[in-house]
């Protein structure tokens, strides 16, 4: 009887903490990450006076944290254009490349084609293709 009350006792508080878990406001959860969240968005004269009142820094060390922080800021801007610019140049290669290939392909199937029924003849060729029909039609479609 024990055993019983003590299992049922684990479960009870292991659903209770489970609940009070999933009723924190999601700013609570773990204030690490919104607190960096929070520093990227500071302009660099806020993050400068920030760090000027918890490190205790002078007036010229703040100011040159300052112009430090607005260099990182400004080739931080740079470096983020430079790879928007490149994430399209992809997209758009990728699909030059889909289209190039696809071309292909088609191209490659009719020289099959033509291959193929030099080979086997005209009758042949069509009744391949009345079977390849037969076949198409009988394949359960798939929803894409």
């Not at 430090?68 to 490149?86: I, N, T, Y």
């Not at 030099?118 to 037969?134: C, F, N, P, V």
Request: aromatic share 2%.
């Amino acid at each position: 009887m024990k055993k019983y009350a003590m299992i049922i006792l684990v479960a009870m508080l292991a659903i209770g903490l489970q609940a009070s878990a999933q009723n924190r406001p999601r700013n609570q959860r773990s204030n690490d990450n919104g607190r960096q969240r929070q520093e990227m968005r500071m302009s660099a004269k806020e993050r400068a006076d920030q760090m000027a009142k918890q490190l205790e820094l002078t007036a010229d060390q703040t100011a040159k944290v300052k112009a430090l922080l607005e260099k990182q800021d400004a080739k931080r801007a740079e470096q983020m254009a430079k790879f928007r610019e490149q994430r399209s140049q992809v997209a758009q290669n990728r699909e030059k490349q889909r289209e190039e290939m696809r071309a292909l392909r088609e191209k490659e199937m009719k020289e099959q084609r033509a291959e193929l029924e030099r080979i086997i003849g005209k009758e042949k060729m069509k009744k391949l293709d009345s079977l390849r029909e037969q076949q198409q039609r009988q394949r359960p479609r798939r929803n894409n």
